[in-house]
């Protein structure tokens, strides 16, 4: 069983950065692949940045590519996103996920793994 936790969210203006991490209790988690998705009111949860443990891969969303940054805590056993100049529509619960096998790493329903969520909230 793996079990994953958020944590890093807040309230901030649009510009701002926050750093979210996402800790994973499995220590061979290095076979995963361990994504961050978000979900806003009244909208399906959507894909916003994938990464393999072990290195070598990974994916974002074209709307946050050169702004968020997704990489693995060698020392923990832990994922971070980096999120840069963030903007109103950033605004979400940011939830990370893991999975062993994946045919589409986009896809929120191939992960099996979910944390509870942590919430972003960016003001204009």
């Known amino acids: 069983q793996v079990q994953l936790r958020e944590s890093g969210g807040g309230l901030l203006q649009a510009g701002g950065s926050l750093r979210l991490s996402c800790a994973v209790s499995?220590?061979?988690?290095?076979?995963?692949?361990v994504g961050w998705f978000r979900q806003s009111p009244g909208k399906e949860r959507e894909f916003v940045a994938a990464?393999?443990?072990?290195?070598?891969?990974?994916v974002y969303t074209d709307s946050v590519k050169g702004r968020f940054t997704i990489s693995r805590d060698s020392a923990k056993t832990a994922v971070a996103l980096q999120m840069n100049n963030l903007k109103p529509e950033d605004t979400a619960v940011y939830y990370c996920?893991?999975?062993?096998?994946?045919?589409?790493?986009?896809?929120?329903?191939?992960?099996?793994?979910w944390g509870q969520g942590t919430q972003v909230t960016v003001s204009s």
């Open positions: 990464i393999r443990a072990s290195g070598g891969l990974t």
């Open positions: 499995q220590r061979t988690f290095s076979n995963y692949v």
């Open positions: 996920a893991a999975e062993l096998l994946l045919g589409n790493l986009r896809d929120p329903t191939e992960y099996h793994y």
